[in-house]
């Protein structure tokens, strides 16, 4: 093959694969997961309305147990999915689990082992370090083992209820949360204390509270738990643009991580050299 056609050829390659390349790093997939009291089921939500794209199907055990999933996580250094169940769950309250988003399959790790709480949401920071916000006894931030599933108080929040419970960390190591249907604001990784910034709006009705947070980029969004749920995006100082009524009872929301654009290069470069020297040796 003559150099001309041979650099047409990879000027193709490029072109497609940066295309793709564009397609997947915009485009982001938004996890729910239901629990509020009923059983768990998991789903594909649309991040621009709220509605459900696709029902995954049931998050139950290789026993066929159920689990309700009141808080949803990616890990962001190896794509698993985790999961708080509620303590209503009859075969593994209060505990850690994985969760395979493409069938909903939930495997158990561990109970949380911190009294009566579980956990209302969960989050990862950048370094892979899971947390989570106590259900009961105050809104307290918890770091966990993703090995057991045991939960170690880091401080009091200064809250002495919780009524909500989201947690989200920003890429630059905020934790943000929603501790109680009035309250909006941060918590402090190292003594787990708790500074308010506004009291959100909530378009679900008066009284109900943000059960889950996830950054997608540095957007931050949230659900609403009430009947039906809303799907919200919050910024930095507490205001909320409701984005439109979600799948009822959905208490925990999670962005899939997706590939880094330097990676996804990288391999596209190696598989073309590759292409090129096969062409080549014809």
């Known amino acids: 093959m003559k150099r001309s056609k041979l650099s047409h050829l990879l000027s193709v390659i490029c072109a497609t694969g940066c295309f793709g390349i564009a ?25 621009a309305t709220g509605a459900a794209l696709q029902d995954i199907g049931a998050l139950n055990d290789t026993l066929g147990h159920n689990h309700p999933i009141t808080g949803l996580a990616f890990d962001p250094l190896n794509g698993i999915l985790y999961g708080s169940t ?13 969760i395979d988003p493409v069938t909903g399959l939930v495997t158990v790790v561990g109970a949380f082992n911190h009294g009566t709480a579980t956990m209302s949401d969960l989050a990862f ?12 006894g105050g809104p307290n931030l918890y770091s966990i083992n993703l090995s057991t599933g045991q939960a170690t108080g880091i401080g009091s929040s200064g809250l002495s209820g919780t009524s909500g419970g989201g947690l989200a960390i920003s890429s ?43 950054f997608d980029g540095n957007t931050l969004y949230g659900i609403d ?12 100082m507490g205001n909320v643009t409701d984005l439109g009524t979600s799948v009822a009872s959905i208490d925990g929301i999670a962005f899939q991580p997706v590939p880094e654009p330097g990676t996804l290069t990288l391999l596209l470069g ?13």
């Open 23 to 47: 397609s997947r790093v915009e485009a982001s997939t938004l996890y729910g997961s239901t629990s509020a009291g009923g059983p768990g089921e998991l789903y594909l939500l649309d991040p």
């Open 86 to 98: 509620g303590g209503s769950d009859t075969f593994a309250p209060k505990s850690l689990v994985t």
């Open 125 to 136: 920071d950048q370094a892979g370090n899971l947390f989570g916000i106590g259900s009961s």
């Open 172 to 214: 630059d190591g905020i934790y943000y949360g929603t501790p109680t249907s009035s309250r909006f604001g941060t918590y402090d990784p190292n003594s787990g204390a708790f500074s308010f910034i506004a009291s959100p709006a909530t378009p679900a009705g008066p009284g109900t509270g943000y059960a889950a947070l996830s």
């Open 225 to 236: 738990l009430g009947t039906p749920t809303h799907l919200v995006t919050i910024d930095p």
């Open 270 to 282: 190696i598989g073309a050299l590759g292409l090129f020297a096969k062409v080549r040796r014809k």
